[in-house]
């Protein structure tokens, strides 16, 4: 073969190394940005997508409010509840409350055993000696030491065993009205079937948490 023959061949033979070099490579580098791609398209699917959470509505927003003027304190009640005068209720027969002394309280619309008020503001005593007084002629659900618009109060739960589908639900709350110190005492009640205790539980510690002194 001749010299110049030699050369050319060889020539030919670097072109089709580096080029079959340079496709090497090639395919290489394009699998190596092809596996990357679909790693990151599958950590992004693994990934949730994040949303905002939004703040649940407060559910008392709408709910009407009541002022008891003569004891200067307010909360607020659910809105399909209405303002009732004691006589309209069986509270007062229930709890022993002196019947239409006290003012109104508020109720379940179409019921008479279902809603919240005031029973008697009782001059001089104390809130727990009276909570303690009370439970001893029920049995207890339970008993919370509580806070109601900046006052030191007990919250309990008692079942009369005479009429257990009635629980009673009473706050007995240090307080002074009309510049004498005293226990003002609450009354929650579940008479009629409108509600789970659970439910009606929830509604009470709502209204408790609107309470306010004027």
């Known amino acids: 073969m001749k010299k110049g023959s030699i050369v050319i061949v060889a020539v030919v033979a670097l072109v089709l190394i580096f080029a079959a070099t340079s496709a090497f490579f090639f395919m290489q580098s394009k699998k190596g940005n092809e596996s990357d791609a679909t790693r990151q398209a599958q950590q992004t699917q693994s990934q949730p997508i994040s949303s905002p959470i939004s703040s649940p509505a407060n559910e008392t927003a709408n709910w009407k409010m009541y002022n008891n003027q003569n004891k200067n304190y307010s909360y ?17 027969a229930i ?17 008479i055993k279902t809603g919240f008020g005031h029973c008697v ?26 806070t109601l618009g900046g006052h030191k109060a007990i919250k309990q739960k008692l079942v009369d065993e005479d009429s257990p589908e009635i629980p009673i639900y009473q706050i007995y709350m240090d307080a002074i009205l009309k510049e ?13 079937g409108k509600y789970p205790d659970e439910k009606f539980d929830g509604i009470l510690d709502q209204i408790l948490a609107s309470f306010k002194f004027e």
């Not at 607020?76 to 007062?92: G, H, M």
């Open 95 to 111: 709890f022993g409350c002196p019947v239409g002394k006290e003012g109104n309280f508020v109720g379940a619309d179409g019921t």
């Open 76 to 92: 607020k009640f659910p809105d399909d509840w209405e303002i009732k005068d004691s006589q309209e209720t069986q509270l007062y």
């Open 121 to 146: 503001f009782r001059a001089g005593a104390d809130f727990k000696q009276e909570a303690d007084k009370e439970a001893t002629h029920f049995k207890t659900v339970y008993k919370r030491e509580i």
């Open 180 to 192: 004498e110190p005293g226990t003002l005492i609450l009354v929650g009640f579940n008479g009629d």
